[in-house]
């Protein structure tokens, strides 16, 4: 089915409405390349033990507390709206970074981050369900598409921040963080002006809509775990690759030759520049019109190619050249990104920040649980670690693409209608 025929034309307000709440993910990505930027700084500084280290990464942003956030914020969202909750988690987050910019004890590093955690957390299922629910048919993945560039974008200006600022030494990463504080206060003050999900108080206004929304056991039906249990496998495979990749990456830029810290930021904020190409040119471009299973497809395809290529030939910078624009460009158009968009798309109004914000839970506490372990299997050798990152980037895209749905050219209101319609013709095929 093509979009076109019921597309409506995006407003400035809509655009305005999406950058706002997708800023999110600017936050959350600018957060995590901060606290990693800064960690070399920190570990010498305070002569931090390799346990304390992986305490940190294990409930950074990126990981436990990030998920706990997003589990309790994504259900407050369901029961008193998107706005109130995206309005008001921006302040918790800043008095968070707060921790990290004032930072002179290793117990404020952890506060810090976990604070932070549970506040990036806690917005993503808001923001990402406000971006679906209030994107004009026929254009959600193009809106979904524009937060996931600015996921990207977080990395860079940090990436370039902390080069420029790299001579300060830790006073430099002060000024990333506050940099990020200074954001999550301007945001606060931006989304006031924010309306509610239309959507949202229309299926609050319901009969009944009250007690269905305070039923965690909505989710363990059937069809609602199915789609669970997809989201989970899809793109939980695949951050456990995007979560070990970078422990690894460096070792890529050391061995193609005698690379700079420069150098390194350079080929790392270009990687992330490919990405939001990528998500503009294709993903922006075509999730809305075309077969959402073939564009998966492909993508999984070339990140598989590109990950795979690292285990089976030896490590040159052509290689290294050709690997890092394969994976990144296939990811632009890939998991992270349907993950945003058939997360909101699989559930109901009333479920919809409740389901996105669980599945984001168990994703990211994988990733907290399996960062513990990652430092081990590094001594495994690379070879070796790159074959277990290729096959789970395998894994996610069999998933992905076996169990994809087609929504593409849908309103919400449509995939609604669908699977309503689609359960009420099971019933009866049960009941003959």
């Given at each position: 089915m093509s979009a076109?025929?019921?597309?409506?034309?995006?407003?400035?307000?809509?655009?305005?409405?999406?950058?706002?709440?997708?800023?999110?993910?600017?936050?959350?990505?600018?957060?995590?390349?901060?606290?990693?930027?800064?960690?070399?700084?920190r570990v010498a500084a305070y002569d931090l033990?390799?346990?304390?280290?992986?305490?940190?990464?294990?409930?950074?942003?990126?990981?436990?507390?990030?998920?706990?956030?997003?589990?309790?914020?994504?259900?407050?969202?369901d029961l008193y709206g998107r706005k109130r909750i995206y309005q008001y988690d921006m302040l918790f987050y800043a008095f968070g970074m707060l921790f990290l910019v004032f930072a002179v004890s290793p117990w404020m590093i952890v506060v810090g981050f976990v604070l932070v955690g549970?506040?990036?957390?806690?917005?993503?299922?808001?923001?990402?369900s406000l971006i679906a629910e209030m994107a004009p048919n026929g254009a959600r993945g193009k809106h979904s598409g524009l937060a996931q560039v600015l996921w990207y974008a977080g990395p860079v200006?940090?990436?370039?921040?902390?080069?420029?600022?790299?001579?300060?030494?830790?006073?430099?990463?002060?000024?990333?963080?506050?940099?990020?504080?200074?954001?999550?206060?301007?945001?606060?003050?931006?989304?006031?002006?924010?309306?509610?999900?239309?959507?949202?108080?229309e299926a609050?206004?319901?009969p009944r809509a009250k007690g269905e929304a305070s039923a965690w056991r909505?989710?363990?039906?059937?069809?609602?775990?199915?789609?669970?249990?997809?989201?989970?496998?899809?793109?939980?495979?695949w951050n456990l690759w995007a979560g070990t990749y970078g422990f690894f990456f460096p070792y890529i830029l050391s061995t193609v030759g005698d690379q700079s810290q420069a150098t390194s930021v350079a080929v790392q904020a270009a990687s992330f520049a490919i990405g939001m190409v990528s998500i503009a040119l294709v993903f922006m471009r075509l999730s809305d019109r075309v077969n959402q299973r073939w564009l998966f497809g492909v993508s999984a395809l070339l990140q598989v190619a590109g990950m795979a290529m690292l285990a089976v030939a030896p490590l040159t910078l052509p290689l290294a050249m050709v690997h890092v624009f394969l994976m990144w460009f296939a990811a632009g158009?890939?998991?992270?990104?349907?993950?945003?968009?058939?997360?909101?798309?699989?559930?109901?109004?009333?479920?919809?920040?409740?389901?996105?914000?669980?599945?984001?839970?168990?994703?990211r506490i994988m990733l907290g649980v399996w960062s513990f372990f990652v430092p081990v299997l590094t001594l495994a050798g690379f070879q070796t670690l790159a074959w277990i990152l290729t096959g789970f980037l395998a894994a996610s895209g069999?998933?992905?693409?076996?169990?994809?749905p087609r929504h593409e050219g849908k309103s919400l209101e449509d995939i609604q209608r669908d699977r309503d319609r689609d359960r009420d013709d099971a019933i009866v095929d049960q009941r003959r």
């Open positions: 076109d025929a019921g597309a409506a034309p995006s407003s400035r307000e809509d655009w305005r409405n999406t950058i706002l709440a997708g800023l999110a993910n600017y936050i959350d990505a600018g957060s995590i390349v901060a606290g990693s930027a800064a960690l070399a700084l033990a390799p346990s304390f280290v992986g305490l940190i990464g294990a409930f950074s942003a990126n990981a436990i507390s990030a998920g706990v956030g997003a589990l309790i914020g994504g259900r407050l969202c549970l506040a990036v957390g806690a917005d993503i299922p808001a923001s990402w200006v940090v990436l370039l921040l902390s080069l420029a600022l790299a001579p300060l030494g830790i006073l430099g990463m002060r000024i990333v963080f506050a940099h990020l504080a200074v954001m999550a206060l301007a945001l606060t003050f931006l989304r006031s002006r924010m309306k509610e999900s239309p959507l949202w108080e609050r206004a319901r909505t989710l363990l039906r059937p069809r609602h775990l199915k789609a669970l249990i997809f989201l989970i496998g899809m793109y939980g495979l158009f890939g998991q992270q990104s349907f993950f945003q968009l058939w997360s909101a798309e699989l559930f109901p109004t009333m479920i919809r920040a409740t389901a996105q914000g669980l599945a984001f839970a168990v994703v069999l998933i992905g693409w076996i169990w994809a």
